[in-house]
């Protein structure tokens, strides 16, 4: 089946899940055939401090759903916690945060910042593990939403249940301010925002019942990254990681909440009347520089220049005149709800 959209191929996958190699509820084969069931094209695997899958020869194809095997490391406190993929080996448990950014960055290993942004302290037994620590900017992405690091940030004592039954309901999109991180990062180099699904499948006590929170499935019909690719996705394992890990790294995706609708069909482009690019992509200011927007269905569309919203409207359909030279953004919003995130368009100035 063909997933080219527009000029472009779309892929969408799930990023950030574990398995019973560390904190997760089912092995690895068992994550895998529930998101084949989704139809999930690819799937990222990240189990805590242990790269025991990858090195089981566990990563490949499993039809036509691409699995790749990274891990997430932590420092010694639990915090900083950062997605690791095609590193050589796990890093010392003993790195500082700076310390496994760079030998990430200089492994040429893909990394991305997990759930930075947690401050909740509602409940002792649900701490965040939060990023703090900035000085080392080497790293490829960051986490924008992660469905699980939402849902216990919404967490008190009192909507505990109600919570458990109905995780999907409670989720309303990322924090302002990751989304001001987010572009405050993009002003001066290019980092990729993705959506982390974070799947444990955790089983909890409410009272005398015991609750799985977010199955596996669960996950996998809610938070989607997807990429964008100038050509099919390749059926060689090491040539489709490669264009999934470049596609990240350039910023090439957008992310979205499919409770809301499947947004398969998105359409994020940026013309100057000669060439055409995706999300990640740049263009010279002119006078003909329009970012259109093509949504499948009708939504609230905000567009973000600079980290500011400079337009808002209700469509499925937009073609904005850009105005000036800097990063634009696209969101989409279901009511209170958020339902698809572009990556950032550079408009570079004249004569640069």
């Known amino acids: 089946m063909s997933k080219r959209v527009g000029n472009f191929y779309q892929y969408s996958g799930a990023v950030h899940m574990h398995t019973t190699e560390s904190d997760g509820t089912k092995v690895l084969e ?5 998101g084949r069931e989704v139809k999930l094209d690819f799937m990222m695997f990240t189990d805590h401090m242990t790269l025991s899958n990858r090195d089981a020869g566990k990563e490949g194809f499993y039809g036509n759903t691409l699995v790749v095997v990274g891990y997430e490391h932590n420092d010694l406190d639990d915090h900083h916690h950062y997605l690791l993929f095609d590193s050589p080996a796990v890093y010392p448990e003993t790195m500082t945060a700076s310390e496994y950014v760079a030998e990430g960055s200089s492994d040429n290993a893909l990394g991305i910042l997990a759930h930075p942004d947690e401050i909740r302290d509602r409940m002792a037994q649900f701490p965040p593990y939060p990023w703090k620590d900035w000085s080392e900017d080497s ?24 919570m458990a039954l109905s995780p999907r309901k409670s989720m309303i999109g990322p924090t302002d301010r990751i989304l001001k991180k987010w572009d405050e990062l993009n002003m001066y ?36 990254t997807h990429i964008l690719l100038d050509e099919p996705l390749s059926k060689d394992f090491d040539r489709a990681k490669n264009q999934l890990y470049t596609a990240i790294r350039e910023c090439r995706l957008f992310f979205s909440n499919m409770r809301w609708g499947n947004a398969d069909k998105s359409q994020f482009t940026l013309t100057d009347g000669v060439n055409t690019v995706t999300c990640g992509g740049s263009v010279k200011y002119g006078d003909h520089v329009t970012l259109s927007v093509n949504l499948p269905s009708r939504a609230t569309v905000k567009i973000v220049h600079n980290g500011e919203t400079i337009l808002t409207t209700k469509t499925n359909m937009l073609d904005y005149r850009v105005q000036q030279s800097g990063i634009y953004r696209v969101e989409a919003w279901k009511g209170r709800r958020g339902w698809v995130f572009s990556n950032h368009f550079r408009v570079e100035p004249e004569g640069e």
């Open 139 to 162: 790293f490829d992405g960051i986490e924008i939403w992660n469905q699980m690091s939402e849902w216990m940030e919404r967490l008190t004592p009192f909507n505990k249940l109600a």
């Open 189 to 224: 180099r290019k980092v990729a925002g993705v959506a982390g699904v974070d799947a444990h499948a955790f089983p909890i006590k409410v009272g005398p019942m015991t609750v799985e929170i977010f199955p596996y499935k669960v996950h996998f019909r809610c938070l989607r």
């Open 30 to 34: 068992d994550v895998v055939a529930l």
